[in-house]
């Protein structure tokens, strides 16, 4: 399965090593995982002001592990960077060592969505050579030697900040209360935020109540691939609540239905992303009803996954025999960067 959200991933790896504890539950607050859209109505990824503090939580709440900034956002680049150095030639060997770095600064690595700058967190140690520091990138599944000056300096650039560090000498089997809680708080079942971003961010740019240039919409619509990836969350939901019960996943007929509606969700805003830009080059107005279509399908779509996600979830309740915490159900404000 694709991974899909590098803090995630990188906090997720020390999980996946540990025998009889398994990392996919954390992917529940994946698929509605937060993002921002600016006061001049662009989507992206990550901001300024993006802390994880909720992903922090549960994963203490989860796996017993503290996750501790490290970063000062109140400090200057170099003082961070020393910290970094402290942090990573100083590591414990059951420390883990996170940091933010622009991957566009650093060409001999994958950068898949060719973006600039790409914000994108990976974890270091040092390597027998002073110079070198190996990095591991669980998201994009790579890891290597690489130059720590290049390193230093991709970390530098003005759109990563962030780092984090972690233990992992006491992660513990997560209860199924705990993992249920979570999957409640994850759940919005009555609206999809990304979806709903998408259509208040085409409407900010077309038709009458327009307050940006349409020329300006292929640039806030830019990230829709990063983000839309992260539906692929859903597929690690429905495997782990099958497995967990007993019953096979891979390979199941329903279970590789529910992985083909979860592909199409994910394509069809790569195909929105598309018309949108068709509808700029082509200056032709039918194309606006086209893209609000697809946005009511990718409701439709995603209310449907959702929902059977959610039986199976109250399958895996009654298995385990557990109380029923109800799922979120009130609008998450988007956060708009001052």
């Known amino acids: 399965m694709i991974k899909v959200h590098c803090f ?50 549960w994963y203490k709440l989860l796996y017993g592990i503290s996750i501790e900034p490290w970063y000062d956002h109140d400090a200057d ?56 520091w190996f990095m591991s990138d669980p998201d994009f599944r790579w890891e290597g030697v690489i130059p720590k000056a290049r390193i230093l300096e991709s970390v530098r650039s003005p759109a990563a900040a962030g780092g984090f560090y972690f233990d992992g000498l006491n992660i513990r089997h997560t209860p199924a209360e705990t993992v249920a809680a979570y999957f409640a708080q994850c759940m919005k079942t009555d609206h999809n935020p990304f979806t ?20 300006h919409l292929p640039h806030a619509f830019r990230e829709i691939p990063v983000m839309a ?10 495997a782990w609540l099958l497995e967990d019960q007993g019953k096979q996943a891979e390979g ?39 893209v609000e279509q697809l946005l009511d399908e990718q409701d439709e779509r995603e209310f449907a996954i959702k929902a059977s996600l959610l039986a199976l979830f109250n399958e895996w309740q009654r298995y385990r025999d557990i109380g029923v915490p109800h799922a979120h159900t009130e609008q998450a404000p988007l956060e708009v960067l001052p």
């Open 8 to 57: 995630v991933s990188c906090v997720c790896e020390i999980i996946k090593r540990t025998p009889g504890v398994d990392h996919r539950p954390f992917y529940f607050g994946v698929w509605d995982a937060d993002f921002s859209v600016n006061d001049e109505m662009e989507l992206s990824y990550h901001s300024p002001h993006t802390r994880h503090n909720e992903f922090r939580d």
């Open 77 to 132: 680049k170099e003082t961070n960077i020393q910290t970094l150095v402290s942090l990573v030639e100083n590591r414990p060997s059951d420390r883990q060592v996170m940091v933010m770095l622009d991957l566009y600064r650093l060409p001999e690595r994958e950068n898949k969505f060719h973006q600039n700058p790409f914000p994108h967190y990976v974890m270091l140690e040092t390597t027998d050579n002073p110079d070198e």
């Open 196 to 215: 709903d971003a998408l259509r208040r961010i085409l409407r900010a740019h077309t038709g009458p109540d327009a307050r940006q240039p349409l020329a």
């Open 229 to 238: 990836i992260r539906k692929y969350a859903y597929e690690h939901a429905f």
């Open 252 to 290: 199941a007929p329903w279970f590789e239905a529910i992985c083909e509606d979860i592909e199409r969700l994910v394509k069809t805003y790569t195909q929105i992303q598309f018309r949108a830009l068709k509808l700029l080059m082509s200056g032709n107005n039918d194309l606006l009803a086209s």
